[in-house]
């Protein structure tokens, strides 16, 4: 498909507000996310990660401010890039009835994808996820069903993936395993990645860039190097602790 | 962009999407032998049990005997108007049983083809439940539901129109309010069955409740099918009136889901609908 908004940003959020009722998720946020980078939000619970990312999906309406996926206004124009990108989130979950290939099979038509059948085997290679592939999803460990939710996320060769806690349930070995893969599949397909994730170590090895929320505004915004060279400190979970414990003003 | 529009396609409908999600519940029925069964067992059962009262009232009161078979008649249409709908709601339920629907919503799929998707699995579900119930009907009772000519054509269209709009309705009060509301999708639809005069004509009404019998489409159906059966005369007259009837009702009810949709994005329901 001919892309008229090759040059824009992968994501651009301007003056982005999300309340609840009298709560206020998200508090007047904008930042910008480049073609082909990989970029964390980090955060505590309730910080706005969630509810960011379902902004950016279409999936929650914004109260005040506007996101641009690849040139297009969501949610208005969602049709336009749906096709595009996609998601891996700990809030959803496939068919428990189907088997996984089922599921993939299902996801794959939705998303129009030429030669599934292949498709399916490349993914099933990639993730290991040939000794389960016609299983039922319901019968999966918490680790193969990530290992799966992320086959589905990929399904489409997406341009832009959105993923929440994508490692969230893997022991080490696997969670490499999926880093690793996540960072051959961004080379190879040159995707824009945003990811919220509570890992600190999966955020330095994978991010180019860091977006700090608290209290859904930004606290800080700059590459991982950066942000630990400011603050002081050795690490991003340090750091991490600095900002949810408000020790923002001593460490700086 | 107008809420309204919003669930509707812009690109024409991707019917390799509808096909998609035909698919996965074949998956889904085929995966479960309990769930086809129970999809025929309640409608013979149903059938089975009124069938013989009304052998037993017709051989004992002259107007069930002149009327016969209106009783049997009457619980397959009315079975068409509550399994099309509860197919519809069903195939529904699944998404948000299964906390599938956020998948769904954030792919290609507009929210006009997964209804259109939810239409076609109701009719693929009410097929499973009530062949075998019109088969019975023939064999035990030696009603042969097809006697009806075309007229049983009009009515199963009204029917089927006023089941997916309770259906529609129905599922876009579940994605707005959560779990919370699902027991609608089995209660809801009932209250047709007093209102609608399925059993009785409507002149056994009150005349005040009567107004209220003749605003709904199926009032028009059960009149027809009593008059078709009793009286020998097809009434096109109140079919015609059932569709243009249906046609408004259909209409709301898409609106009201796409109001209720864009509500449920605006509360954050989307990213937590298994709740």
Known sequence: MHDTHASSPAIDVEHLVKVYRKATAVNDISFKIARHSVTALLGGNGAGKTTTIGMIMGLVRPTSGTVRVLGHSMPDESAEVLGRMNFESPYVDMPMRLTVRQNLTVFGKLYAVTDLRERIGQLAADLDLQDFLDRSSGTLSAGQKTRVSLAKALINNPELLLLDEPTASLDPDAADWIRRHLENYRKARGATILLASHNMLEVERLCDRVIILKRGRIEDDDTPSGIRARYNRQTLEEVFLDVARGRVQEAS | ?275
Not at chain 2, 87 to 100: A, D, K, T, V
Request: proline share 4%; aromatic share 14%; glycine share 8%.
């Open chain 2, 1 to 275: 962009m107008n809420a309204l529009t919003e669930g509707l396609p812009r690109h024409g409908i991707g019917w390799h999407r509808i096909g998609a999600m035909l698919l996965r519940h074949w998956y889904l029925l085929t995966s479960s032998w309990p769930r086809l069964l129970e999809m025929v067992y309640w409608p013979a059962l149903t059938l089975i049990s009124w069938g013989f009262l009304q052998n037993y009232i017709s051989g004992n009161a002259s107007f069930f005997a002149k009327a016969g078979g209106t009783l049997i008649g009457a619980i397959i249409l009315w079975d068409i108007l509550f399994r099309g709908q509860l197919g519809f709601s069903m195939s529904f339920l699944e998404e948000m049983w299964s906390r599938n629907l956020g998948n769904l919503m954030m792919s290609p799929l507009t929210p006009f083809e997964f209804l259109l998707s939810l239409m076609i699995m109701s009719l693929i579900r009410l097929a499973i439940g009530v062949v075998p119930m019109v088969v019975m009907a023939a064999v035990f009772f030696n009603f042969n539901v097809f006697g009806l000519g075309l007229a049983l054509v009009a009515f199963f269209c009204n029917l089927i129109l006023t089941s997916w709009a309770v259906g529609i309705v129905v599922s876009g009060l579940v994605v707005r309010n959560g779990m919370g509301a699902e027991s609608l999708a089995w209660t809801l639809v009932f209250i047709l069955l007093p209102l609608a005069c399925v059993y009785y004509p409507v002149s056994v009404l009150p005349a005040w409740l009567q107004w209220v019998a003749w605003l709904l489409p199926p009032t028009y159906v059960f009149e027809g099918m009593r008059a078709l059966m009793i009286d020998k005369v097809f009434r096109a007259d109140l079919m015609i009136e059932a569709l243009a009837i249906n046609a408004g009702l259909f209409v709301v009810a898409i609106v009201v889901f796409v109001a209720l949709l864009n509500s449920a994005r605006s509360h954050g329901k989307l990213i937590q609908s298994g709740e």
